[in-house]
């Protein structure tokens, strides 16, 4: 996608704001009909808010998936090493939380109650623009940071949407790591935003997954193609 379309993209999800101003509507929530789903989801998502890896763990079987640099990992024991439950400061609890928070993809065409049914939340993990472009706004009133660091000036304040991200050299990109990402602003300019926060093409979405006999499980926390 070129980046004339990709800013008139931006500009109509976000229109310039004041800091403090009103906040956008937040995405589309595709699997709230399913009256199931959204039980669990309650559920584990209370289980993250008290970093309860007991609780978590309910959630998992032998067929979780979670992709690592050495391969894909399966089952209880992969999870809890790779996701690091037994760290209350692990980033997985926080950013769980936030991709609960964003909406979902599939769904619609389930039965309520059984059945197979595959739910991915974020919602935009099956809907941004462009994969390698793109990324998405995930919270209302997001800081926008002048450089990657908490301390510096709060330029913008961007809520739920579609930025360009900027294509920075690897060796800039490296600087700031992965605790940032480097994003266009609608009306010009750039800034950065804490990654908590922002969802890219390159970044895992969590998948639920109903078997036939209607029990639902985390099928994988994984990088969607």
């Not at 970044?203 to 926390?221: E, H, K, M, V």
Request: a neutral charge; one cysteine or more; hydrophobic letters at 40%.
């Amino acid at each position: 996608m070129s980046i004339l379309p990709r800013l008139l993209l931006a500009a109509l999800m976000f229109a310039p704001r004041q800091l403090g101003s009103a906040g956008a509507e937040s995405p589309l929530d595709q699997a709230a009909s399913l009256a199931d789903f959204t039980r669990v989801r309650a559920r584990f998502e209370q289980a993250l808010k008290k970093r309860s890896v007991a609780e978590v763990l309910t959630f998992v079987n032998s067929n979780t998936v979670v992709q690592t640099e050495r391969g894909d990992r399966f089952g209880k024991v992969a999870v809890r090493r790779e996701w690091r439950l037994d760290d209350r400061n692990s980033r997985f609890w926080d950013r769980a939380l936030v991709l609960l928070a964003n909406g979902s993809t599939g769904g619609a065409d389930c039965k309520p109650a059984k059945g197979f049914c595959q739910v991915t939340v974020p919602h935009w993990a099956l809907n941004l623009p462009d994969l390698t472009e793109d990324a998405a706004i995930m919270g209302d009133d997001v800081p926008v940071y002048r450089r990657p660091d908490s301390s510096s000036e709060v330029i913008a304040r961007l809520s739920y949407g579609i930025v360009p991200l900027v294509n920075d050299p690897a060796d800039v990109l490296a600087r700031y790591g992965q605790q940032w990402r480097h994003v266009e602003l609608p009306n010009g300019g750039s800034g950065f935003v804490t990654s908590l926060y922002v969802f890219a093409g390159n970044d895992p979405a969590l998948g639920f997954r109903r078997d036939d006999a209607g029990r639902w499980t985390i099928s994988g926390y994984i990088v969607s193609e």
